[in-house]
């Protein structure tokens, strides 16, 4: 079992508590506006700062971050290529039995193809190898030279702000959210409007939305739908919410609709990649070329 937040040591809980308590939008605002990106890191030197990181939100993995990276990598490339194409993937099967029974029949419907026919607009898949490999670098925000963020501004699931709290959330029942000093019980949409996308819907700061602004800023040559996959991997109460329930759907576009596959695709490889045994081989040769492709020596920081 993955994300198994019932069996897992009372750091995570204790650290989700925090985030529910101590992130609020003015936090968020003032975080934003200190950032500069203003320095320049190979990104194999980045690779050797998160090995700094101990990622207590995580209930699934005790061994080097970078470790989970070549995973979530490597496991992107045995699963979905073959022969260096994308294989056939029936968006249908990234769903739970469940999960898919309560989707509106609008989305059975858009969904029942496969991955590369729905996303016809991607010639050359390689770039998701990446993504799995520099996913998490974000995390480096624990760090001093990045910050020195407490936890719960950097690890975790994310979650907008300035809006009632979904009942998808991890921990919801403990009611931690209620610590907070924003009001997320009575206020509904909030500051949004419905259907605005979460493109413009204020998430909790995490290393999600740090290493997406970093990708932006670095002038990469990845595509869209790979900065979309950084920016909102950590939303589980959208795209896997554990109660089958699909949470802040209200603010939800049709590009969110139309990326959620993309997501769900990611998810798979994310999480159960996840093994003790440090002896796997991966294709560091591979790796390579793919950041001399996409990232290239530099990335902004």
């Known amino acids: 079992?993955?994300?198994?937040?019932?069996?897992?040591?009372?750091?995570?809980?204790?650290?989700?508590?925090?985030?529910?308590?101590?992130?609020?939008?003015?936090?968020?605002?003032?975080?934003?506006?200190?950032?500069?990106?203003?320095?320049?890191?190979?990104?194999?030197?980045?690779?050797?700062?998160?090995?700094?990181?101990?990622?207590?939100?995580?209930?699934?993995?005790?061994?080097?971050?970078i470790f989970h990276g070549?995973?979530?990598?490597?496991?992107?490339?045995?699963?979905?290529?073959?022969?260096?194409?994308?294989?056939?993937?029936?968006?249908?099967?990234?769903?739970?039995?469940?999960?898919?029974?309560?989707?509106?029949n609008e989305y059975k419907i858009l969904y029942d193809t496969t991955i590369d026919k729905f996303y016809g607009n991607i010639e050359c898949w390689d770039w998701l190898i990446l993504i799995g490999l520099i996913h998490d670098l974000g995390k480096v925000l624990v760090l001093e030279e990045f910050g020195g963020y407490d936890e719960w501004f950097s690890v975790g699931d994310i979650y907008p702000l300035g809006c009632n709290f979904s009942k998808s959330n991890i921990y919801y029942d403990k009611k931690y959210h209620k610590?907070?000093?924003?009001?997320?019980?009575?206020?509904?949409?909030?500051?949004?409007?419905?259907?605005?996308?979460f493109d413009n819907?204020?998430?909790?700061?995490?290393?999600?939305?740090y290493f997406a602004e970093v990708l932006k800023k670095s002038n990469t040559k990845l595509p869209e739908e790979a900065i979309y996959i950084v920016q909102y991997h950590s939303f589980y109460a959208w795209h896997s919410p554990r109660?089958?329930?699909?949470?802040?759907?209200?603010?939800?576009?049709?590009?969110?609709?139309?990326?959620?596959?993309?997501?769900?695709?990611?998810?798979?490889?994310?999480?159960?990649?996840?093994k003790d045994d440090l002896n796997d081989r991966f294709d560091y040769e591979l790796f390579d070329n793919l950041i001399d492709k996409y990232i290239g020596e530099f990335i902004q920081m």
């Open 1 to 65: 079992m993955f994300r198994n937040y019932e069996n897992c040591g009372d750091n995570v809980e204790l650290l989700y508590k925090n985030m529910y308590k101590n992130q609020t939008l003015k936090k968020k605002m003032i975080i934003k506006s200190k950032l500069k990106f203003d320095k320049k890191y190979k990104i194999k030197d980045v690779f050797d700062l998160l090995n700094k990181v101990v990622d207590s939100s995580d209930p699934d993995a005790d061994f080097p971050q």
């Open 70 to 104: 070549y995973q979530t990598a490597q496991a992107i490339k045995d699963n979905y290529f073959e022969s260096n194409r994308l294989k056939d993937i029936k968006i249908m099967d990234l769903f739970t039995n469940e999960e898919w029974f309560l989707l509106d």
């Open 179 to 197: 610590l907070c000093c924003d009001d997320n019980e009575t206020i509904g949409l909030g500051m949004y409007k419905k259907g605005c996308g």
């Open 201 to 209: 819907v204020e998430m909790t700061f995490s290393h999600d939305y």
């Open 243 to 274: 109660n089958n329930i699909r949470g802040y759907v209200e603010f939800s576009s049709k590009k969110d609709w139309n990326m959620l596959p993309m997501l769900k695709l990611f998810q798979k490889a994310d999480l159960y990649s996840k």
